[in-house]
């Protein structure tokens, strides 16, 4: 024979169980039916945002204004005429790229060869100009 006591116990954990798996189910259909939290988990999704850590792209200082080497153009090209001696600065010295470079150095010896610039002298008149870069302190220095 069972006793009364086990019996009480019995029933309570069966009900117990059942109970349980009543508020599953009814807690499963509630996350699964409601559409208004699956709105607000897409609103609180991150937004993607630009990589603040990417480097700016360096660009020599004719790229950046998209100034391109002329013959005529005397005043420009003294800038990268030494007033001492009237040679050209070297690239390490007036941080242009290599093609800007080049064609300066074609575009020089094409006015010096047309006669609007000097070989051994710069031109008065431009030797106040606004310095684009500093011969003392190069760009990219020796190591000696
Ligand atoms: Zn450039």
Redesign the pocket.
């Known amino acids: 024979m069972i006793s009364p006591a086990i019996l009480g116990r019995i029933s309570t954990f069966v009900a117990g169980k059942f109970y349980k798996s009543c508020f599953r189910t009814i807690s499963k259909s509630s996350t699964v039916s409601s559409t208004e939290s699956n709105v607000m988990f897409e609103d609180d999704m991150p937004i993607k945002l630009k990589n603040p850590y990417v480097r700016e792209k360096r660009?020599?200082i004719?790229?950046?204004f998209n100034v391109e080497p002329d013959y005529k153009n005397v005043r420009l090209l003294s800038q990268f005429q030494s007033r001492y001696t009237g040679k050209t600065y070297e690239k390490h010295i007036t941080g242009?790229?290599e093609?800007?470079q080049k064609r300066v150095e074609e575009e020089i010896i094409k006015a010096q060869n047309a006669g609007l610039m000097g070989y051994v002298t710069k031109e008065p008149e431009y030797v106040k100009d606004p310095p684009l870069f500093d011969p003392n302190h190069p760009f990219k220095p020796n190591k000696f």
């Open positions: 660009q020599c004719l790229c950046r242009l790229c093609y800007k």
